[in-house]
């Protein structure tokens, strides 16, 4: 199970940070990333990180922006955010992979119930 939470409503040009606790499985066995669905359009890929978080990889529109990270004492993962973008508007999900670290959706067998993120001006 993955509870996601951190979202709220920010300004642009603001920080927030996600977090995502996962329960019931051994998180290190599982690559996690976050994927964001905006208003009228497909979920697409944000972030993922690998197993003990050696490895990183953005979509381009996030990089230089955002990091992903894990604390695999806690079984959490974060999305830190800064310089907000109206752009960034989203329902962020987290989700698990034990393949690694893919950015296709159909890869991730455990899904978050997502956390809003609005970005106003």
């Known amino acids: 199970q993955l509870q996601a939470s951190g979202g709220g409503l920010v300004q642009a040009g603001d920080s927030l940070r996600l977090s995502c606790v996962a329960s019931g499985r051994t998180f290190s066995d599982y690559a996690m990333a976050w994927f964001r669905q905006a208003p009228g359009k497909e979920r697409a890929f944000v972030a993922v990180i690998s197993w003990f978080g050696r490895d990183t990889y953005y979509t381009d529109s996030v990089k230089g922006r955002f990091t992903i990270s894990r604390d695999n004492a806690k079984n959490t993962v974060y999305l830190q955010m800064n310089s907000l973008k109206l752009e960034d508007t989203a329902v962020y999900y987290c989700?698990?992979?034990?393949?690694?670290?893919?950015?296709?959706?159909?890869?991730?067998?455990?899904w978050g119930q997502g956390t809003l993120v609005t970005v106003s001006s």
């Open positions: 989700a698990a992979n034990r393949k690694g670290t893919s950015r296709s959706q159909s890869e991730y067998n455990y």
